[in-house]
Nanobody, 127 residues
Framework: VQLQAFGGGLVQAKGSLRLACAVS????????MGWFRQTPGKEREIVSA????????YYADSVEGRFTISRGFAKHTMYLQMDNLKPEDTAVYYC?????????????????????WGHGTKVTVSS
């Protein structure tokens, strides 16, 4: 299974970016998916997660109302639309996939809940 993330870059505060994560090697809807981010010296933290069929979604409090996660089943790609970006959103963003089946998408909230990882894509938000 391969995950390839792209779409990061430099943006001014209050701007927008869209990240994408292309998935190959396994049926796309068989994986719950998530976005994490990490800054130097800190642990990788959950940003958002989405169930295999896209029907259940979780957001971290810090991004609720600003970020939107979605799945494009035709292209086997997951997206993260990031609006109203803040300097504190600056981080390396990672996409991840999980084979696990949990009762709630909220449980897909730690790195240990995921089996596959893409390379990070850096997002820098200037003030």
């Amino acid at each position: 299974v391969q995950l390839q993330a792209f779409g990061g870059g430099l943006v001014q505060a209050k701007g927008s970016l869209r990240l994408a994560c292309a998935v190959s090697g396994r049926p796309f809807n068989s994986l719950a998916m998530g976005w994490f981010r990490q800054t130097p010296g800190k642990e990788r933290e959950i940003v958002s997660a989405i169930s295999g069929n896209g029907g259940r979604i979780y957001y971290a409090d810090s991004v609720e109302g600003r970020f939107t996660i979605s799945r494009g089943f035709a292209k086997h790609t997951m997206y993260l639309q990031m609006d109203n970006l803040k300097p504190e959103d600056t981080a390396v963003y990672y996409c991840a996939g999980s084979r696990r089946v949990y009762r709630s998408v909220r449980y897909f909230s730690t790195p240990n809940d995921y089996d596959y990882w893409g390379h990070g894509t850096k997002v820098t938000v200037s003030s």
